[in-house]
């Protein structure tokens, strides 16, 4: 079976490709929202290189929404040119570290934050919405011990460390059967109702 996976969520972008088990290609770059040339010329030449996939995983955020976006748009068109499985997963659950359980925490604009547990590449808890204080609580409230991460500097919270969503590890995700995936129509993981703005008359 061959997996491409695709995840575009944080400000490190990345592809891979695993066929039979075997990581064939990984390929990542800086992801400038304005601009997702890298992105495409990387799907074209691996597309080139390894053709069609059997499944398709893409990561669903929470992160950059334009990001996500873009990723699920380009997996939905793969999906109907090759008949390939489609499927998402949270992409903070697919963070390259060693940890078998860990936090992760950012940015969700308009002065909150999200927190989430992930506990075996499964969401254990969140994400929610925090402010700055609460989730200040909450952090004090964790074994020192436990792992904190964040896909951009937030100085406010010493405890995170910098690590970012891999489609490496989406990829291996894919093959395990007996997790649950999104099934199209995919969606971002929205972290509040879409904000809309009415036009005046």
């Not at 304005?34 to 290189?49: A, D, H, I, R, T």
């Not at 499944?55 to 109907?80: C, D, E, F, M, N």
């Not at 078998?100 to 909150?112: K, L, P, W």
């Not at 004090?140 to 010493?158: V, Y």
Request: glycine fraction near 6%; charge should be neutral.
């Amino acid at each position: 079976m061959k997996i491409l996976a695709l995840e575009l969520s944080s400000a490190r972008g990345s592809l891979a490709v695993v066929s039979n088990g075997n990581v064939e290609v990984v390929r990542d770059w800086e992801n400038d929202r304005k601009n997702s040339g890298p992105f495409f010329e990387s799907l074209v030449e691996v597309q080139k290189q390894f053709g069609e996939p059997d499944t398709i995983i893409v990561g669903v955020g929470p992160g950059s929404y334009a990001g996500t976006r873009i990723a699920i748009s380009a997996a939905i068109g793969l999906q109907t040119a090759s008949q390939a499985r489609l499927v998402g997963f949270p992409s903070i659950c697919a963070m390259e570290c060693d940890e078998s359980e860990f936090c992760v925490i950012g940015d969700a604009r308009r002065q909150t934050f999200f927190f989430a547990r992930v506990r075996e590449n499964n969401l254990a808890e969140g994400p929610m919405l925090m402010s700055e204080a609460e989730l200040g609580e909450k952090m004090d409230k964790l074994d020192r011990k436990m792992s904190i991460f964040a896909t951009e500097k937030l100085p406010q919270f010493e405890r995170a460390a910098i690590c970012y969503p891999s489609a490496k590890v989406l990829a291996r995700l894919a093959l395990d059967s007996h997790r649950s995936f999104a099934l199209p129509p995919l969606e971002p993981i929205y972290l509040r109702e879409p904000h809309i703005t009415v036009p005046k008359r």
